[in-house]
């Protein structure tokens, strides 16, 4: 079976600091990767996926970025994070881009910027 | 543009009673897909249940059903017999699909917290 992790699962870190998440999916072969942010109290909020190594689209413009070094690696990253960086971040995996596919969720990394 | 649209911040539910969460979408786009997803206070997003909008049968999954209603643009999610475990955020979400495809990238409400009491 398919199984995501992503780490680490919480963190608290400076302004200005640099941030690296990291997330895995396991038991599949070149999946759609998503990374999500919840701020609090609100929805969603999509801001990169991936369709296959290298391939990036950015849904918001910010001071984050993502990569796709292998097939089932998904990283988010930033230089310099920002007090508006909080949040809790979500990565998602889907098989593939069929109709009806959905999009499984792992178990979110809480990030404080103080 | 693609929209969705959860009107009800909170919800309070006795325990094994049925309880309905609204939702109401908007979109141009004549072929979509419709989700429910449930957060518990730990943060992961645990899926419940998908309705396509050619699918001519409401979606089931155990205790969970979807009220889809294509012509005012709802889809409730109804949860029957609740447990003190259901409570949580609830978000509805749709992306846009056709056949064969779809963009893959889905648009969430901002979710209801449903309490179970009791």
């Known amino acids: 079976s398919q199984t995501i992790h992503q780490w680490p699962a919480t963190l608290v870190q400076p302004v200005g600091s640099p941030l690296s998440l990291e997330c895995t999916v396991e038991?599949?072969?070149?999946?759609?990767l998503y990374w999500y942010r919840q701020a609090a109290g609100r929805g969603l909020q999509l801001l990169f996926y991936?369709?296959?190594?290298?391939?990036i689209s950015s849904e918001v413009p910010q001071n984050l970025s993502a990569s796709r070094p292998q097939d089932r690696q998904f990283i988010l990253s930033s230089k310099k994070l920002l007090l508006s960086d909080s949040g809790f971040y979500l990565c998602a995996w889907r098989q593939d881009r069929s109709s009806g596919n959905t999009i499984y969720f792992g178990e979110g990394s809480w990030l404080t910027v103080v | 543009a693609q929209k969705i649209t959860q009107t009800q911040p909170g919800m309070f539910v006795q325990e094994k009673e049925a309880v309905t969460l609204d939702c109401t979408y908007d979109t141009s786009d004549q072929s979509y897909g419709l989700f429910w997803y449930k957060q518990p206070s730990s943060g992961e997003m645990i899926f419940l249940i998908y309705q396509g909008s050619y699918d001519e049968q409401n979606a089931t999954e155990g205790r969970y059903s979807l009220n889809f209603q294509k012509a005012r643009k709802s889809a409730n999610l109804v949860i029957s017999a609740s447990q003190l475990g259901d409570s949580a955020m609830y978000f509805c979400a749709m992306r846009e699909e056709w056949w064969g495809g779809s963009q893959g990238n889905l648009i969430f409400g901002k979710g209801t917290k449903l309490s179970v009491k009791p």
């Open positions: 038991g599949t072969s070149n999946p759609n």
């Open positions: 991936s369709v296959g190594i290298g391939q």
